[in-house]
């Protein structure tokens, strides 16, 4: 009997599975950066402030100086956010802040409510700014949606990667941003998370397969929700099926699958998670069990802005000189 559920083909925001909610990918070949940290090169005939489209290899998203996305508030749940090479500055409305980017991940609890910005300071003046970049928004139960505020720092430094070779001496590489595999485990998630209790079985894997490899999909328990999306590559081969890349496949958590990569290095983001199985409301950057709770979201946010906005402008960067740093509301501070 088959391990696929589903193939389907990959988009700016991917379709995920319970518990989470979705996966923004952005891919960007930013140019040099100039002396505000945005792109040295004309923004003409960008629709500033709503630019999603791609034009030069890039985009400004909703900044208009430097690409990115100024102060907005969320609610209800969590985003996870992978950034594999460039750099993404943190800012939010408790104070907090962080510079973080190349192999690094921020793990951020929104819970009752907070607004934060997410800048890609473009610091290199002499060379190219490329930008990778993974977003998950992982679903909070109802118990915990009204929890403080949290954000929690998972340093390239601090993440595992198990490095295996398979029956024909091609390389594996697994990244563990959450979950465990053999004898490594993923650092902590944040507290309130629902990935927090190993019993969710909660797995964040970054997954590079050399041309030619094959890595069998371990099982896990009956009736988790896993997804393998293949964003880079040539072609894979699951099941006789032949899929290229820019794909997903929904996968059946009890049953070993095999995936055999093609003639170029693959890359693959692999979710897997115990659903919430909880009604889902959701208006734009909140996520709770009903829409009396939108509302009161909506009316909250107008009252109180979630705290206000404590930094002199709405895309708010931090000094270009500065590297990577993780400043919490609390006063502590990481520094790289």
């Known amino acids: 009997m088959t391990a696929i559920k589903k193939i389907k083909q990959l988009g700016f925001q991917w379709e995920t599975q319970d518990p989470f909610l979705f996966c923004a990918y952005h891919k960007d070949q930013y140019p040099k950066g100039n002396d505000q940290l945005g792109p040295d090169a004309s923004l003409e005939g960008r629709n500033l402030g709503m630019d999603f489209e791609i034009k030069d290899g890039w985009r400004m998203y909703h900044g208009k100086t430097v690409p990115g996305f100024p102060a907005h508030p969320h609610r209800g749940f969590e985003t996870v956010t992978i950034v594999e090479e460039g750099l993404a500055d943190h800012s ?11 192999g690094d991940v921020q793990w951020m609890t929104a819970g009752k409510g907070v607004q934060h910005s997410e800048m890609f300071p473009l610091l290199n003046k002499n060379k190219e700014n490329p930008l990778l970049l993974f977003q ?8 915990n949606k009204m929890v403080p505020p949290h954000f929690k720092m998972l340093w390239a430094e601090d993440i595992p990667v198990y ?23 993923a650092p902590k998630a944040a507290p309130d998370s629902w ?13 590079q397969l050399e041309a030619g490899a094959t890595w069998k999909i371990p099982v896990s328990n009956t009736g988790l929700n896993r997804t393998l999306y293949f964003y880079d590559g040539n072609e894979i081969d699951v099941e006789g099926y032949q899929i290229p890349k820019e794909h997903a ?14 003639d170029r290095k693959g890359y693959f983001l692999f979710l897997q998670g115990k ?23 909506i009316m909250e946010y107008r009252e109180t802005e979630f705290g206000g906005w404590p930094w002199a402008t709405h895309d708010h960067t931090h000094d270009k000189n500065r590297g990577r740093f993780a400043l919490h509301a609390d006063g502590r501070e990481e520094v790289k």
């Open 275 to 297: 659903p919430i199985n909880e009604h889902v409301a959701q208006q734009g950057p909140f996520v709770m069990n009903s829409y009396q709770e939108i509302n009161e979201a």
């Open 92 to 102: 939010d409305s408790l104070g907090a802040a962080g510079r973080f980017g190349n």
């Open 195 to 207: 990935a927090s209790d190993p019993k969710n079985k909660v797995a964040i894997w970054m997954v």
């Open 136 to 143: 998950l928004w992982l679903n909070l139960p109802a118990k």
């Open 163 to 185: 490095t295996f070779k398979d029956d024909n001496d091609k390389e594996i590489r697994i990244k563990l941003i959450s979950g465990d595999y053999e004898n490594q485990k």
């Open 249 to 262: 496949i929904d996968l059946i958590s009890d049953k070993e699958v095999a995936i055999t990569n093609g």
